[in-house]
């Protein structure tokens, strides 16, 4: 507190001029500009709104959630099959996913006998994808089925803390649902990420309410469903208490990834390895070299840039000071699980559109405390999305450069940048008092820029059907 003593005394008056004040004159509602008076009016409306959501019950809030997403995916789903002029199966991994789920249902559970080796991904992810392969197979079906996943993970959070932080849990799930990268993810892009969304929920929840070994066994199936889960694994474990809590805890994470695991290192051992060095350094055991649409990725192609084992060596180096910081507890739990994910996208050379989710989900109990954060990642999607176009080669060849694609990608990480700090700024100057576990307080300012935000991110997938609409009627 001594800082924060320090700096309200700077708020002193000078000797020889008396302390400023506000003496900027207030019209009365009559006088008020037309903008003034309209923009006072949609922001009172908005904050009407959110307040007005946070006091229904449970069930109707959900249902009100479940209409949103519908109307937010349908259209899209609709204008992609219908309208897009871009065939999008062969830049998807459609036909990956169809050979994998036929080989599950074959009886060939370690998939041993596709044609292309899930050496990508971890074991659960392939079996999620089995229902959509039943419903055709096709990238509309694929979209069809992945759109819910965002969903699923917006109740999570919703049922998950509602009780406890009601303002919290609506602004979560309202985020979860209208961020570009969710809807982008599942109906545009048809891409397996987004079926991790409810395990990163579940383990958000979990920690937020301090229900460690929950978050830790959630972490554990997260690792065999799409590994991304483990970024935040050490500070799940080292936010318990002493040394047997944290072995507790790291039991409780350990536990499901073995079970889970086991039949797949005694069916396929190498399996294992060949998802190791994927992850590891972004790497297919089939290419030379490594995807994605990081920064580092188009670097690579400039002048072979920086190494990628220099590059996972720094990650894992501030990942230990950001692990050490949350165990002497000089970081907050919630404050060390959002940043070791922030440096993790701005330092891992393997980074895909899909992967963003993640980011906004580890970030949510700041980003609904602090709007300008929730508006500054709304503007990131625009970005990547334009660098992910640019990776597969389907916008026109003119702008097909690897300086574009360095500036697009550089934009992003500078985003992410802007993003974590605005999101520390307000955790710095807001230490909570509710428990050294609370998340940040949501003000009333707050919970109505989180709306707001909401709105723009909805808005936005409108605005996407509209533009998909319009190059389709152009191009026929």
Not at 185 to 213: C, H, I, K, N, Y
Request: net charge positive; glycine share 8%.
């Amino acid at each position: 507190m001594g800082r924060y003593a320090e700096d309200a005394s700077h708020r002193s008056t000078h000797p020889e001029r008396p302390a400023r004040r506000y003496t900027r004159t207030h019209h009365a509602p009559d006088e008020a500009a037309p903008g003034t008076r309209l923009l006072q009016a949609v922001r009172e409306r908005l904050g009407h709104t959110g307040f007005f959501l946070v006091s229904l019950p449970p069930a109707r809030f959900l249902a009100l959630l479940v209409l949103l997403h519908l109307v937010l995916v349908v259209p899209l789903l609709f204008v992609t099959t219908h309208f897009l002029p871009l065939d999008r199966a062969p830049t998807s991994d459609v036909h990956i996913f169809n050979e994998r789920a036929a080989a599950i249902l074959s009886g060939d559970f370690a998939m041993q006998t596709t044609r292309i080796l899930p050496a990508d991904t971890p074991p659960l992810v392939n079996y999620l994808l089995v229902p959509a392969y039943l419903m055709g197979g096709t990238i509309d079906a694929y979209g069809t089925y992945l759109s819910f996943f965002p969903l699923l993970a917006a109740g999570i959070l919703y049922l998950g803390l509602h009780a406890s932080q009601s303002r919290f849990a609506v602004g979560a799930a309202l985020l979860t649902v209208t961020h570009p990268t969710a809807w982008a993810t599942s109906t545009l892009m048809a891409q397996d990420e987004v079926l991790l969304a409810p395990v990163f929920a579940l383990v958000l929840v979990g920690l937020v309410r301090m229900r460690l070994g929950s978050a830790a066994a959630w972490t554990g199936v997260g690792v065999l469903t799409k590994a991304w889960t483990i970024i935040g694994a050490p500070i799940v474990v080292l936010a318990a208490k002493g040394l047997i809590g944290k072995s507790r805890v790291f039991v409780a994470g350990i536990l499901p990834a073995l079970v889970l695991g086991l039949p797949f290192l005694l069916l396929a051992p190498e399996y294992m390895a060949y998802v190791t060095r994927f992850y590891g350094g972004g790497v297919r055991p089939d290419r030379d070299t490594p995807s994605g649409i990081s920064f580092w990725r188009f670097l690579a192609d400039l002048n072979g840039g920086i190494a990628e084992a220099a590059l996972i060596a720094l990650l894992a180096v501030v990942s230990v000071v950001l692990w050490w910081l949350v165990a002497r507890r000089w970081m907050h739990p919630l404050a060390g699980y959002a940043a070791v994910h922030v440096v993790f996208f701005l330092l891992y050379p393997k980074i895909h559109f899909g992967y963003y989710l993640f980011l906004v989900i580890a970030l949510l109990p700041f980003l609904v405390a602090r709007a300008r954060a929730a508006f500054l990642l709304l503007v990131l999607p625009a970005v990547a999305g334009l660098t992910h176009l640019l990776w597969l080669h389907v916008l026109p060849g003119s702008i097909q450069t690897l300086g574009i694609r360095l500036v697009l990608s550089s934009l992003t990480s500078a985003v992410v940048i802007a993003t974590a700090w605005t999101a520390a700024r307000h955790a710095r100057s807001h230490p909570s008092r509710g428990g050294a576990y609370a998340p940040p307080s949501v003000t009333d300012n707050a919970f109505t820029g989180t709306v707001t935000v909401a709105l723009l991110g909805a808005l936005s997938a409108i605005g996407t059907v509209a533009v998909i609409t319009t190059w389709g009627l152009s191009a026929a």
